[in-house]
């Protein structure tokens, strides 16, 4: 496996953090985003972390997707706890040897030793204050998947919790606590900074830079180092690949590592060409994969879908206007409550269609989703037919056979 190091972001964005740059206010909260599998987690613990610690600051990592059962404000507090152990190590051992039931660090804050390791939300400020006091250093927290805090009211507290972590630890000219916050999907880290009650209202989200010309160039470089039979590497090919890949680097790296073993079999063609195919082939694996799982739903499921996918941030399930849409696609009643259990059985899937947030916000869970069906709906290949004819098999709801997916 090789890693390619994008020093140079992670570089900018701690000077952004650190609120050295004119314009900008990463120093209120960095929030990146970029489509899965694009690098994003790769990037944050392997090139911004050490970036930040080389820059003097204690930082904490979670991913709130390691565990999505767990409440996101005890995924983010264990973390708080792992960075801040070994600077209490000592300290509460000594306590707790010495019978005290609280230390005070830095002379000044006072920590329950009972409680470190074990800290809820509402502790979430006093515990960023003792990690930022016992190391005296500046904090930085990177919270991977960040949107995913949004989908429960504990993980909605936590992101609050943090907010005014910020504001009781930042000052101008001194920034003590840096958050960075990363998601998949932009959209749905939207909801994290733009409604007025929004944790972190009035904050932008980035766009996370995807992997390209650099990274083409340092694997086409290794290439020619290991194999310069194969010199000059089409780097330009590569790279078009590579956006073909959707600049996932894990796809490319397996289709480049098969083109180029010597069981490839390839037989007068550059492996530069095989590359590419596979790249295309890949796009129209993921797109049969999309519409296999489209089809095998339920007709008023495949209709809320639709509805969700056309809208977007605009969805609303239950209005009147919805509730017309869906009865157009299914034959039969269709009430809230159908439609309810239609959206909930979307999020159960495995993986789920549907994401919802604590305030009732509902999404498609994988943004891929919305680049197919616009790309089916501009070519006029909306809905997905499924060749076979609707399947004969509906639930107890009695749904009926569907005749526009029959024509
Ligand atoms: N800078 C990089 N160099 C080489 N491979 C990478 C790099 N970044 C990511 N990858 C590969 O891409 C895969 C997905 O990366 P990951 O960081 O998990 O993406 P994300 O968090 O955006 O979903 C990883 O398994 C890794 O192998
Ligand atoms: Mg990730």
Same mark, same amino acid.
């Given at each position: ?16 953090? #650190?609120?050295?740059?004119?314009? %900008?206010? &990463?120093?209120? =909260? ?18 911004? #972390? ?22 996101? =404000? ?14 209490? %190590? ?46 005296? &250093? ?73 992997? =390209? ?43 480049? =590592? ?61 209005? %009147? ?76 709801? &009695? ?9």
């Amino acid at each position: 496996m090789i890693h390619f190091s994008r020093q140079s972001l992670a570089q900018e964005l701690v000077a952004a953090l #650190k609120g050295q740059t004119v314009f %900008g206010d &990463a120093h209120n =909260g960095l929030f990146l985003a970029a489509p899965r599998r694009t690098g994003k987690s790769t990037f944050l613990q392997a090139d911004l #972390k050490p970036a930040l610690e080389a820059a003097g600051a204690v930082v904490a990592y979670v991913d709130l997707w390691a565990d999505p059962r767990r409440d996101p =404000g005890a995924l983010i507090a264990d973390a708080i706890a792992r960075a801040l152990a070994p600077r209490l %190590g000592v300290v509460s051992r000594a306590a707790k040897a010495a019978g005290l039931d609280s230390v005070t660090i830095a002379g000044a804050l006072k920590i329950d030793v009972s409680k470190i390791g074990r800290m809820d939300g509402v502790t979430l400020p006093d515990a960023l204050r003792a990690l930022h006091e016992a190391a005296r &250093a500046p904090v930085a927290l990177i919270v991977d998947e960040a949107q995913h805090a949004l989908t429960s009211e504990a993980g909605e507290a936590t992101m609050s919790a943090l907010k005014s972590a910020r504001d009781q630890l930042n000052r101008p000219g001194e920034v003590n606590l840096m958050l960075v916050m990363s998601g998949s999907d932009r959209d749905k880290l939207l909801r994290l900074v733009n409604t007025n009650g929004a944790p972190f209202y009035g904050s932008q989200i980035s766009r996370m830079p995807s992997l =390209g010309r650099d990274f083409i160039d340092h694997v086409s470089r290794l290439i020619t180092a290991q194999r310069p039979d194969l010199a000059p590497v089409d780097a330009a090919l590569l790279l078009q690949a590579f956006d073909s890949f959707g600049h996932r680097p894990q796809f490319f790296m397996e289709a480049l =590592g098969q083109a180029l073993s010597p069981l490839s079999g390839l037989q007068g063609v550059r492996f530069e060409q095989a590359v590419l195919q596979a790249a295309k082939e890949r796009q129209d694996a993921d797109e049969a994969q999309m519409e296999s799982e489209y089809l095998a739903l339920r007709p008023l499921e495949q209709a809320v879908l639709w509805r969700l996918l056309a809208q977007g941030s605009r969805f609303r399930p239950y209005d %009147g206007e919805a509730l017309r849409f869906y009865r157009d696609q299914v034959t039969g009643r269709v009430t809230p409550q159908m439609v309810q259990r239609a959206l909930e059985s979307l999020r159960e899937r495995n993986p789920a269609l549907v994401w919802k947030s604590a305030r009732g916000e509902y999404a498609v869970d994988d943004a891929a989703m919305h680049r197919w069906y616009e790309q089916r709906a501009r070519e006029e290949r909306w809905p997905p037919v499924d060749p076979q004819g609707p399947l004969a098999m509906y639930d107890d709801e &009695a749904t009926a056979p569907d005749d526009k997916n029959a024509a």
